[in-house]
Nanobody, 125 residues
Framework: QVQLVESGGGLVQAGGSLRLSCAAS????????MGWFRQAPGKEREFVAA????????YYADSEKGRFTISRDNAKNMVYMQVNNLKPEDTAVYYC??????????????????WGQGTQVTVSS
């Protein structure tokens, strides 16, 4: 099982950028697809982006294409998400999670297992 710790959030002005990080423990990290989700206040958790175990394939929520870029470094057991041109509506807690296959991210976030603490992103207008 992969243990996950998110970091890199913060308070930024609209138009700014952040790079979120997800540190994973476990020797099997490189065999998992990885993804990012977010949950805004009063809203359900939603999928944002995912990357295959090799990093060769990525998948984004339609609304986030172009501003969000997911990447991974299997040698460091890390997953990243670069977020550019941040908007106030991006304010949320951001979480990462693991899955066996990239296609698993088509499922509801409710189908995923345990979650970490997440990292708070707050965008001021």
């Amino acid at each position: 099982q992969v243990q996950l710790v998110e970091s890199g959030g913060g308070l930024v002005q609209a138009g700014g950028s952040l790079r979120l990080s997800c540190a994973a423990s476990g020797r099997t990290f490189s065999s998992y697809a990885m993804g990012w989700f977010r949950q805004a206040p009063g809203k359900e958790r939603e999928f944002v982006a995912a990357i295959s175990w090799s990093g060769g394939s990525t998948y984004y929520a339609d609304s986030e294409k172009g501003r969000f870029t997911i990447s991974r470094d299997n040698a460091k057991n890390m997953v990243y998400m670069q977020v550019n041109n941040l908007k106030p509506e991006d304010t949320a807690v951001y979480y990462c999670n693991a899955a066996r296959h990239l296609s698993d991210y088509l499922r509801s976030p409710l189908d995923f297992g345990s979650w970490g603490q997440g990292t708070q992103v707050t965008v001021s207008s």
